[in-house]
């Protein structure tokens, strides 16, 4: 089956630690994403890649990197610098960056402590 | 960017037709609507899109005025899977292509 998957589902880490939220996808899509949702909100735009080692930074990247090695990964890393970290990040991947449909993964809690 | 209005919240009836409503007064000429949908503690899902004229697919149809600033999307037969929250958003138009902006929703209930 095609999709995206994102792990863990749920993590915990102490305040001031870096943590890694893993995003993959097997559609064979050129642009991916990440989101940031607090309770009861929309959804951010934290960064996004149109291509294989490219991507630049959204609304709220501040506190956030990402790499993107390969097409079908995009890492999102949580760095100590982020003040308010506990969040639902959301993964999406579109054909391309002016593709019509965002697919979403579904999304890793972080709760940091 | 052009920005939408949506109610909060909107209550439906199992099996009636759920409409719900967005202001999008500000939008320009070569700008999407799209609608999604998220469903508690999941990813959004995509429903559907238009430009200009109506749409409809095998979720929903898209009503969008003909001065494009109002839409409503409708549901025609509302089940109970269809609770969810549903984003109206217009797709913003840069360099960078199809950044979606995601505002608050509209939480639909659909009650028995």
């Known amino acids: 089956d095609g999709g995206i998957t994102q792990s863990p589902k749920y993590l915990f880490r102490k305040e001031g630690q870096n943590v890694t939220l893993s995003c993959e996808q097997n559609l064979n899509h050129d642009a991916m994403y990440w989101y940031r949702q607090d309770p009861g909100q929309g959804l951010r735009l934290i960064y996004y890649?149109?291509?294989?080692?490219?991507?630049q930074k959204g609304d709220i990247a501040e506190g956030y990197s990402v790499s993107r090695e390969k097409k079908e990964s995009f890492p999102l890393t949580v760095t100590s610098a982020q003040k308010n970290p506990t969040a639902f990040y959301l993964c999406?991947?579109?054909?391309?960056?002016?593709?019509?449909?965002?697919?979403f993964g579904p999304g890793t809690r972080l709760t940091v402590l | 960017d052009a920005k939408t209005t949506q109610p909060p919240s909107m209550d439906c009836a199992e099996g009636r037709a759920a409409n719900l409503p967005c202001n999008h007064s500000?939008?320009?000429?070569?700008?999407?609507v799209y609608w999604y949908r998220q469903i508690h503690s999941q990813g959004p899902q995509y429903i559907i899109h238009g430009l200009k004229n109506n749409e409809t697919n095998e979720m929903a149809s898209l009503i969008i005025t003909e001065d494009r600033k109002s839409s409503t999307l409708i549901l025609p037969h509302a089940t109970l899977r269809d609770t969810a929250v549903y984003y109206c958003i217009v797709r913003v138009a840069s360099n960078a292509g199809n950044m979606l902006t995601f505002g608050g929703g509209t939480r639909l209930m659909v009650k028995p």
């Open positions: 500000t939008i320009s000429g070569n700008e999407y």
């Open positions: 999406a991947s579109s054909i391309s960056l002016r593709g019509n449909e965002q697919f």
């Open positions: 890649s149109q291509i294989v080692n490219d991507f």
